[in-house]
């Protein structure tokens, strides 16, 4: 197979890593083409992701080789070009003011362009590999002259506002285990002071539910309003396979918002979304750092709005700080903040050989975890100022969510309720303030936005998730939650308000074997007491009910083995 480090980034990888990665692809049979994406987390090689879009792409009327390509931490949608006399412009202008990314790629450290307007013409010396934000207004005429290296030209990104489109701004806040759990326990108030002030007078959903266990599939979910049997998107190193399979062709939410103009941008600090899963569709901006701790990306969302202070924007960040420790150690602020003998990382240790689905209760982690929070919370204030500050009440819906909860004592299960019952808080001027304990689940986020911003969804029909009940959609009986990973059985929950209805299943080849499943009903009132026993099977007549919702569940789905 052929060598294709040295060739993007020769001064970056060193070669234990390089022996490691190449060990890696070769055990897994992963595709050449797909090599240096793994290198994201190491590097920004400016090397291809070829996802397709839904979106429509000025860039695309250049006829050049289009991707999504990474620098300084960003993904961005780019026409990529070679060296060239003079390259014409005008097609991607947009009227008003606007910005245009692009980047040159060279082995040298900077090289000059030549840039002409309708009425300017001047040269450039700039950084290689890195994005350059070029900004205009009113042209009639736009190009570009390089004489050295490819030239990458990103979508113009438009600094006007679609004043008859409302709200101007959506921002989802979403906080990696920040289960409802976690959060009672401590109390909101306590916990988030800054978060509990800001969503005064907003919509509380206590009764939200997460479709699965960790974040790949349930962003997933949030993306495509989909159950995961649905997206298929599970498997952690599913993009490097022969037969990957990323999202799924529907329109995902940033997709359907780009459409009604809006700058798409999204910030993670986890590889479980990130832009090489598919998540850039769509997405004028996305900033993805592994590890990268909140104050960072609050910095960069601050910035995000700064540099369009104008336009409509819809922002998506997910903080990963509280599913682990980023650095390995707490903050000065949290580690002050929290008891000594809750410091203790002898259970942490045991924990981290196993994946986060699979660890065991940790209880000096979860109160470090509650620190962490409050930390998150006292860096939110610069960006809850700014949002009340900059937009009107009428402009502006704001998201506070997680992907799902976390173990908060011994006997958390799979698909437990301290694992899948989440945050949701949605602040909006089309929605009553107080407390909603109607069932909502992850996909039921897209097409509610969509529903609060009156547009219209073509895929409706196609999504799993409808708007919640206080938008005028069906009053939810049951939720449900599954779980697939690698090497383990499939496993479904449907829970009302009753009961909690568990199956389980072989799952080997991608296949879901009905016949050899076994199905378990529990009483939640026997739960919550403590009181764990099967209520057997010929004494409850809703178990056939049960069955037959997950027959009809994986019955839509290619998963399904009669």
Known sequence: MKNIFHKIVPWILPAKIEDLLKQKFKKNKLRQDHWPNYGMDYINSGSPLHFKSNCSNLIDKLGFETAYYTFDNYTI?????????????????????????????????????????????????LKTRSWHYLSFRELNKLGL?????????????????????????????????????????????????NSYNYFKGSRFFTNAWCQGEWTLPVFANIFTGQYLTNHELWEPYTYFKEDSIALPEINLLPEVLRNHNFITSCFSSTQRFGPHY?????????????????????????????????????????????????KDIMSIGSQTHTSVTDLDRSTHLVNKKAKSVLQKFDLPMMNQRLSILKEIDFHLQPLYTLLDQHYAEDDLITILTSD??????????????????????????????????????????????????????????????????????????????????????????????ENIFHLISPFKKKRINWEKRNTTLYSILDIEKNIVKDIKMNEIIKHNDYEQIAYNHLKKSRYLKE
Request: aromatic residues 8%.
């Open 278 to 326: 598919g998540y850039a569709r769509g997405v004028d901006r996305f900033y993805y750092k592994r590890d990268a701790q909140h104050h960072e990306m609050i910095y960069e969302i601050l910035e995000q709005i700064r540099s369009f202070p104008d336009a409509n924007h819809f922002i998506t960040v997910h903080f990963m700080d509280a599913h682990h420790l980023l």
């Open 145 to 193: 002259s390089c004489k050295a290296g490819d030239i990458i030209i990103g979508n113009p990104l438009n600094k006007e506002a679609n004043n008859n489109k409302k709200p101007q701004c959506i921002i989802m806040l979403s906080i990696d285990s920040m289960g409802r759990s976690l959060v009672d326990k401590a109390g909101f108030k306590n916990l988030l002071p």
């Open 404 to 497: 799902h909860g976390i173990k908060t004592k011994d006997q958390s299960a799979h698909l437990s309720k301290e694992r899948n019952n989440i945050s949701l808080i949605v602040k909006s001027s089309k929605l009553p303030e107080g407390d909603d304990n109607s069932f909502v689940e992850s996909i039921d986020l897209l097409p509610s936005l969509l529903k609060l911003c009156d547009f219209d969804d073509l895929n409706f029909n196609e999504r799993d998730g409808k708007p919640w009940q206080i938008l005028g959609g069906k009053k939810k009986e049951y939720i449900i939650s599954e779980i697939i990973f690698p090497d383990q059985d499939y496993e479904l929950i449907i829970r009302d308000h």
């Open 77 to 125: 949608y780019g026409a990529k070009t070679s060296c060239c006399d003079f390259l014409d412009l005008t097609k991607v202008c947009l009227p008003g003011r606007f910005v245009l990314p692009m980047s040159i790629i060279s082995d040298n450290s900077y090289e000059k362009i030549n840039v002409q307007t309708d009425t300017q013409n001047y040269d450039l010396t």
